[in-house]
């Protein structure tokens, strides 16, 4: 028997819907450590995403995020393997957190635990997860799970997400308060997107958040035939609902998908990408 594991970057929740996926498939999810001024939570246990941003309303600086150490990890290894069966773990991209380094320390002299690298975020490392829940599903064994997530899902995923405002960037250090008052006053929104484990902008999105998030989905299904078709996700912060649902509803109309699938994102995403946050993640073939 192969368990799946994961960090709780995966946002395979949705905290408006009550979607739970974790549960669903029998996934044993790690939280992350959140500190908020002198106030340490764990994500999606002590605190959920729309309390943070709440929270972070009243902040000059964003609240911390911080990986499990090794020690915690190394324990949870051990409980979940106590009936012999193998474990696979996956995490966030390593270029965002210690989360996948240490792990691999934890799973030393381990020989059933193997750690995989998403290179990803959020429901990116989603997919990556529920992938490997079915290929466990389907028996195949923990070191095969790791080839085939590593070669085939990994480089796969696409990731990327539209923000409304530059705020959370400013006060996380990844933005100039000068280049968000630009912004602001210019209507731009960055379309931010994941290559090779690490952050960047893909397109500079002008006008209303709701015209740009109806472009931004355009620029990234239109014609495409490219995308594998059983999954995708529609992930956000804090938003509007109906915002969400018509994001979801544009997404259906392209007929390619199987399952479209609204997931909040944690407190990890939220502390740096602020509210009304939200993206399309699916995987290419």
Same mark, same amino acid.
């Given at each position: 028997?192969?368990? $799946?594991?994961?960090? @709780? ?13 974790? &549960?669903? %498939? ?20 002590? $605190? +959920?995403? %729309?309390?943070? *941003?709440?929270?972070? &309303?009243?902040?000059? /600086? ?13 324990? $949870? ?6 009936? #012999? ?8 991209? @390593?270029?965002? @957190? ?5 792990? !691999? ?9 193997? !750690? ?5 975020? @959020? ?14 599903? &389907? ?19 696409? +990731? ?10 400013? &006060? ?17 929104? =960055?379309?931010?997107? !994941? ?14 958040? /709701?015209?740009? *998030?109806?472009?931004? $989905? ?5 014609? %495409? +035939? ?12 804090? +938003? =509007? ?20 699938? =609204? ?10 990408? #602020? ?11």
């Amino acid at each position: 028997m192969v368990k $799946i594991c994961c960090d @709780s970057t995966a946002d395979l929740l949705n905290e408006v819907y009550g979607t739970d996926l974790y &549960k669903e %498939r029998n996934i044993t999810v790690v939280p992350l450590y959140v500190r908020v001024e002198d106030e340490e939570y764990l994500d999606g246990v002590d $605190i +959920t995403m %729309r309390d943070l *941003l709440e929270r972070c &309303k009243q902040l000059d /600086e964003l609240p911390k995020t911080s990986a499990p150490d090794v020690e915690r990890l190394r324990g $949870i290894f051990a409980d979940l393997t106590a009936d #012999g069966s193998e474990l696979v773990f996956i995490t966030i991209s @390593s270029h965002f @957190s210690s989360s996948y380094n240490n792990a !691999v320390i934890a799973a030393e002299d381990m020989p059933g635990v193997f !750690v995989v690298d998403s290179l990803n975020l @959020s429901s990116g490392v989603g997919h990556v997860v529920l992938e490997a829940a079915d290929l466990a599903d &389907k028996g195949v064994c923990g070191a095969e799970i790791k080839r085939l997530l590593d070669e085939d899902i990994v480089p796969n995923v696409e +990731t990327s997400f539209v923000l409304d405002r530059l705020d959370f960037m400013v &006060k996380g250090g990844r933005c100039s308060a000068v280049s968000a008052l630009g912004a602001s006053i210019l209507q731009l929104h =960055p379309g931010i997107a !994941v290559e090779n484990g690490k952050m960047g902008v893909f397109k500079k999105y002008r006008g209303s958040w /709701e015209r740009c *998030l109806r472009a931004y $989905i355009k620029d990234k299904l239109d014609g %495409r +035939t490219d995308i594998r078709q059983h999954r995708i996700f529609v992930t956000y912060t804090d +938003t =509007p609902d109906d915002i969400v649902r018509e994001a979801v509803s544009i997404v259906k109309e392209y007929n390619y998908f199987d399952e479209v699938i =609204p997931t909040t994102a944690g407190c990890t995403i939220a502390s740096h990408c #602020g509210p009304r946050t939200l993206g399309i993640l699916f995987i290419k073939k």
